[in-house]
């Protein structure tokens, strides 16, 4: 009885052997075809890369880097599928390696079209070290070398750190106090602001263009400050006197000293 028993068994189980193995290789050819559908066939393959939004940053460097960042490498093949890209860490990178550049914005317009779209930083100052000027934004970042342009100077006597684009060099805090002190200065008098000095976390010193200075305390109400500025041009220091006048120090109080 054993014996008569034991071949069908061995046969059907070799007939469940054959299609498990026929299934098994079934399913690695789909998943084989897959592969190759998503990450090598011509569909795919990135063709065109649309860019809006810059006019500082030339936009063939910008192409260029992306393709370098979209070509990738998958045993020994070459790959620019729309499947392989890290929208994330592309923009991250482009911001790296493009100062100017503020925010990116990424987009897969499937099947094989790329969208970017930047914005760029807006010179609100002209930022000065060592004899060398940058443009500097509302953030207090330095993004590119400084051109002729009719912007305040702004100078971080605290800065101890090389200068790199793309880096802050003036906490933003104390670069929107300059702003403001120098915005109100020129609202409510004739006087014109050249150049701020952060000299500490709280004073600041603003160069006219008479060529005196004016000493701020930006821990204090910046606001009373140049109430008093105004009180003592008008009151006391006449026309004639603002021709030989060092400086005017504003930093205690309603108490204002010149010299």
């Known amino acids: 009885m054993i014996r008569r028993w034991q071949k069908p068994y061995r046969i ?8 498990f193995f026929r299934f098994l290789i079934l399913i ?16 795919f393959q990135i063709e065109k890369i649309e860019i809006v939004g810059n006019q500082k940053v030339n936009p063939q460097n ?9 070509q990738k490498n998958i045993f020994g093949f070459k790959s620019e599928s729309i499947f392989l890209l890290n929208p994330k860490k592309i923009e991250k990178s482009i911001q790296d390696q493009f100062p100017p550049v503020f925010e990116v914005d990424l987009k897969r317009r499937f099947p ?4 970017l779209e930047i914005k760029e930083r807006e ?9 060398n000027q940058f443009l500097l934004d509302r953030e207090g970042i330095i993004f590119d070398w400084a051109k002729d342009l009719d912007l305040i100077m702004i100078e971080n ?21 300059i702003l403001k002190i120098k915005d109100l200065i020129e609202k409510n008098s004739d006087l014109k602001i050249k150049k701020a000095s952060l000299i500490s976390e709280q004073r600041a010193d ?33 026309d004639k006197k603002r021709e030989t006048i060092k400086y005017i ?7 204002v000293y010149y010299k």
Do not use: H, M
Not at 112 to 115: E, G, P, R, T
Not at 157 to 166: R, S
């Open 206 to 238: 603003f160069l006219t263009t008479e060529d005196w200075q004016i000493y701020f305390n930006l821990r204090d109400n910046l606001e009373n400050q140049v109430s008093n500025l105004i009180l003592v041009l008008e009151k006391e220091i006449t």
């Open 157 to 177: 006597l605290t800065l101890k750190k090389e200068l790199v684009f793309g880096k802050k060099v003036i906490p933003k805090e104390n670069l929107s106090q």
């Open 112 to 115: 094989n079209q790329l969208f």
């Open 28 to 43: 690695l050819i789909l998943i084989g075809s897959l592969f190759y559908f998503l990450f090598f066939s011509s569909i």
């Open 12 to 19: 059907k189980k070799r007939k469940k052997d054959k299609r």
């Open 62 to 70: 910008l192409k260029k880097f992306l393709q370098d960042q979209i």
């Open 123 to 131: 010179a609100i100052a002209i930022f000065q070290k060592n004899g």
């Open 249 to 255: 120090d504003l930093r205690f109080g309603n108490r």
